[in-house]
C-alpha cells in the first residue's frame, strides 16, 4: 500500500464498507489520516530494515559456504573431505538455526488467547529442555504452586531463550528464581558475567541486535533469541526487562499474569534450597 494513496481513498470512499470507514474517521478527526500515514511510514521502514538484516544474517554462511565448495572444486587434491564437510555442516546448522527462528517470530502470538491453558511454571521450568553451553553451573530457586495461563511451548522457548543466553555470557552460574509477586508471576534469570551497559538494554530486544562486544557469530545466537522472549511475552499480556544482577552480570525479569484463583499454601522464597541443574 502506498500511503500517499490514503488521501484519495478517503474522499473517493462511496461504496463498501472497508473504504468507507477512513474517510468516516478522516471526517471526524482530522489529524487522523496524517497519524496514520505516519505509522505506515515507520513501519514500512522497520519491515525494510528487517528484510535487509535477515538478508544479511542468511547471505553470510551461504557466502561461507559457497567459498569452501568453490575452493575444494578448484583444488580438489588439497582438500580433506572430512574437514569440508565439518565446515559445511557449521553452516548449514546456522542457516538452519536462523530460518527456525523467523519462523518462530512470524507465528508468535497466532495461538493466543485461544490456547491458553493453566501451567504450572515451576514444572515448566524444570523440564524445558535446553542447550547445555559452556560450563556455568544453572541453580533454581522456584516456588511452588506459581500458576499462570500460557501457551505452554511458547512460554517454554522463551524461558529456554533466556537461559541459553544467560549461559552464554555467564563465567560460573547462572540463577533462576520463580517467585510471586502480588498478581504476576515473575521468573528471573541472572548471569554473572559481564552485564549490559545501560544505553544498550533496551536494544538487546530489537531483532538481530548484538552488543558490539558480543558480535562475533561463532559465540552463537542468531540476534533474534531476546526479540523472540520478547515477543511471546507482550502476546501473553507480559512484560520483560533487563538490569543489572548483584553480581555485576545481566538480571532478566520476566513477569507473566498469574492465573486466576486462590494463592496456594507455599514455603517463603528465602527458605527453599536451590536445586542444582
Do not use: W
Amino acid at each position: 500500500m502506498d500511503v500517499n494513496d490514503l488521501d484519495d481513498r478517503a474522499t473517493e470512499a462511496t461504496g463498501t464498507d472497508e473504504i468507507v470507514v477512513p474517510a468516516q474517521m478522516a471526517c471526524v478527526a482530522p489529524g487522523q489520516l496524517e497519524d496514520l500515514r505516519r505509522r505506515v511510514d515507520r513501519l514500512l521502514v522497520q519491515q525494510r530494515q528487517f528484510v535487509s538484516d535477515a538478508s544479511h544474517e542468511l547471505l553470510t554462511p551461504i557466502a561461507g559456504l559457497r567459498a569452501q565448495l568453490e575452493e575444494a572444486r578448484l583444488h580438489p587434491d588439497a582438500t580433506d573431505p572430512k574437514e569440508l564437510i565439518e565446515r559445511a555442516l557449521t553452516d548449514i546448522d546456522r542457516l538452519q538455526t536462523i530460518v527456525t527462528d523467523l519462523l518462530v517470530l512470524a507465528r508468535t502470538g497466532t495461538s493466543i488467547p485461544d490456547a491458553l491453558t493453566p501451567v504450572d511454571l515451576a514444572e515448566l521450568v524444570r523440564t524445558t529442555p535446553y542447550h547445555r553451553t559452556g560450563d556455568a553451573l544453572v541453580l533454581l530457586r522456584l516456588a511452588p504452586g506459581v500458576t499462570a495461563n500460557v501457551v505452554d511451548h511458547e512460554i517454554h522457548r522463551a524461558f529456554r531463550n533466556l537461559l541459553d543466553n544467560a549461559q552464554r555470557h555467564a563465567r560460573h552460574m547462572v540463577l533462576v528464581e520463580l517467585r510471586r509477586n502480588e498478581d504476576h508471576a515473575e521468573l528471573v534469570v541472572t548471569d554473572d558475567g559481564d552485564g549490559i551497559p545501560e544505553e544498550d538494554r533496551r536494544r538487546v530486544f530489537e531483532r538481530f541486535s548484538r552488543l558490539d562486544k558480543a558480535r562475533a557469530r561463532a559465540q552463537g545466537g542468531t540476534g533474534l533469541g531476546l526479540a523472540i522472549v520478547r515477543d511471546i511475552v507482550h502476546a501473553h499480556g507480559g512484560t520483560i526487562e533487563v538490569g543489572e544482577a548483584e553480581a555485576g552480570g545481566a538480571r532478566f525479569v520476566l513477569r507473566l499474569p498469574l492465573a486466576a484463583g486462590p494463592a496456594p499454601d507455599r514455603q517463603p522464597l528465602e527458605r527453599q534450597a536451590c536445586e542444582a541443574v
